[in-house]
C-alpha cells in the first residue's frame, strides 16, 4: 500500500474513535508507519486527506459513467450513488465528524469545466445542480444510505426532471 493510503486509512481509522479535532499529525503518521516529512509530502492538512479520498470516489464515479452505454439521468444519479455506496463507511464518518461539507467542495471543483464560458443562468444552474447532488447524499447518509441506489435514482430523475444534469453535456 502506498505511503499516501495509508495516512488516508489511518485518519478513517482514528475519526472512528476519537473527535476530527482532536486527532493530530502524530497520530496519523504513527498509525500509517510513515514520517511526518511524508506526511506532509502529501498532504497540507487533515482536510486534505478527506479531500483526496472524495476526489478518488469522484474520478471512480466519472470512469464508471463515462464506461455506461445509457447515459440517462437516471443512469447518472444511480452511478454517483452506487460509487457513494461502495464507500459509505467512509461517507457516515467524515458525516459524523462535520466534515461532510468538504464533498460540496469536491462537488464545485469537479463540475468547475462545465463552467468555463457559460452564461450567468448557467453558472446557477451549474451550482444549484452541484446543491442538489450534495443534499440529496446528505439525506441519504442521516438515513443510515439504507436505500438503494436505483430507487433513489428513480426519485432523483424525477425530481429534476425539468433540469439537465451537468455531465450529460
Known sequence: MKSKDKIVQSLIELMKTHEFEEITVKDISG???????????????????????????????????????????????????????????FLKIIHKQNQSYILQKVLVNYFGDVLKDTSKKERYQVYYHIGGIYNFTICWIENDMNDQPECLAKIGAEITSNIEPYLLK
Open 31 to 89: 498509525l500509517a508507519e510513515v514520517n511526518r516529512s511524508t506526511y506532509y509530502r502529501n498532504f497540507k492538512s487533515k482536510e486534505d486527506i478527506i479531500k483526496y479520498k472524495l476526489e478518488s470516489m469522484m474520478d471512480e464515479y466519472i470512469e464508471e459513467f463515462k464506461s455506461k452505454h445509457d447515459k440517462t439521468k437516471e443512469i447518472y444519479i444511480r452511478t454517483i450513488l452506487e460509487t457513494f455506496l461502495k464507500h459509505d463507511e
